[in-house]
């Protein structure tokens, strides 16, 4: 009984081992997916630094090209402004205005019948022709 005994020891005894062995294997395995995990979230933490560095880089591009845009725009609209004679035609707008409220106080109705009694009386000098005739054909005769 005592060769039973010592055997069952030895096979708890192997199978200990067996175990310790297994938890060796179970251990180095784990301690292989911590250090993958490690990599993993190192790489990623890396890569988004990256990513926000292009992110940081792009935007500031973005907004110099923008603003580059912005400048070239209105120095174009500044020449076409100028291109056009816009100044010059408001100018001449004001001009014009200034000129219809001169107008408009110059032809009131005392100067426009002042006017009107002019033109009659040159067209009434006009309309006697026959006696200025006259006197030239006389004066021609003579």
Excluded at 7 to 20: H, M, T
């Amino acid at each position: 009984m005592a060769e039973m005994l010592t055997d069952l020891l030895q096979n708890i005894y192997n199978r200990i081992a067996q175990l310790g062995i297994a938890i060796q294997d179970l251990k180095k395995s784990l301690d292989g997916l911590n250090q993958n995990i490690e990599d993993k979230i190192a790489n990623l933490t890396e890569k988004i630094s990256d990513f926000s560095g292009e992110i940081d880089t792009t935007q500031t591009k973005h907004l110099d090209v923008l603003t580059e845009i912005g400048k070239g725009v209105t120095t174009e609209f500044i020449k076409l402004k100028e291109g056009l004679g816009l100044e010059a035609f408001n100018t001449l707008i004001s001009s014009l205005e200034s000129f219809s409220s001169l107008a408009g106080e110059v032809l009131n109705q005392d100067t426009v019948n002042l006017l009107l009694s002019e033109a009659i009386e040159s067209v009434k000098l006009l309309k006697e022709p026959g006696l200025q005739e006259e006197e030239i054909d006389e004066a021609s005769e003579e």
